[in-house]
């Protein structure tokens, strides 16, 4: 059992390219989330989805947009990279029985 | 809304030495609580979580939380510190009244542990 996978490990991009980050869970899980991880401010959600074909917006949502056409996968896409978006980017996953939520082991994102 | 508070950017404990790392809460409705650890270049691991019941809480490594209701705090406590547990922690919040179908968490800034042979 894989749990949650995540790719690339890490990319440096250049500003202004277009990037899509995967995440794939095999838990069936019916709740997927995005996170970004900063240095002194924690984890801040981007994108969540409670359900496959739904999805919401998080705390820092400006220059990302997702989709989930199914229940394993959420990718999560930078239209138009920006440095500012250099981050460690998280997927999590979440079943409304168990509450918490499992976490990917990343992607490091660098934009140039 | 809900809001997470961790005061300390970093604890530094002597090995063998009990370490507690705070965390205070801010929900509408009762709190689901959780905590969680993160090692270098890692994805986060689940400790431990309060969502109803006994107050005192144990989770994976020999760490254990305490639910204070009336002081809105979950902090994080371990009897006898490892080197091996110096690690980046989080604690996190869901407001069970934040709506059906809402499963999101908020996290605390994060709390770095030392543990100092």
């Known amino acids: 059992i894989a749990g949650i996978t995540q790719a690339p490990t890490s990319q440096i991009l250049a500003a202004g390219r277009r990037m899509t980050l995967r995440c794939t869970q095999d838990?069936?899980?019916?709740?997927m989330y995005w996170y970004r991880q900063d240095l002194g401010l924690g984890l801040r959600l981007i994108h969540y989805?409670?359900?496959?074909?739904?999805?919401g917006k998080g705390e820092v949502p400006d220059g990302y947009s997702v989709s989930r056409a199914n229940t394993d996968d959420f990718p999560l896409t930078l239209a138009s990279a920006v440095p500012s978006q250099t981050s460690v980017y998280f997927c999590?996953?979440?079943?409304?029985?168990?509450?918490?939520?499992?976490f990917g082991p990343g992607t490091r994102l660098t934009v140039l | 809304a809900q809001s997470v508070a961790q005061p300390e950017d970093q604890v530094n404990v002597a090995e063998g030495n009990p370490l507690t790392v705070k965390c205070t809460y801010s929900?509408?409705?009762?709190?689901?609580l959780f905590w969680y650890v993160q090692y270098p270049n890692r994805g986060l691991q689940f400790l431990l979580k309060?969502?109803?019941?006994?107050?005192l809480v144990k989770g994976s490594y020999g760490f254990e939380a305490e639910f204070n209701k009336s002081q809105t705090s979950f902090h994080l406590k371990k009897p006898s510190a490892l080197v091996s547990d110096s690690a980046l922690y989080f604690c996190?919040?869901?407001?069970?009244?934040?709506?059906?179908?809402?499963?999101?968490?908020?996290f605390g800034k994060g709390t770095k542990l030392s543990v100092i042979p």
């Open positions: 838990m069936r899980h019916n709740a």
């Open positions: 996190a919040v869901r407001d069970v009244g934040s709506g059906a179908g809402s499963y999101q968490l908020t």
């Open positions: 929900v509408s409705g009762n709190p689901y």
């Open positions: 989805s409670n359900t496959a074909g739904t999805t």
């Open positions: 999590a996953s979440s079943d409304s029985r168990v509450h918490e939520q499992f």
């Open positions: 309060y969502i109803t019941g006994d107050n």
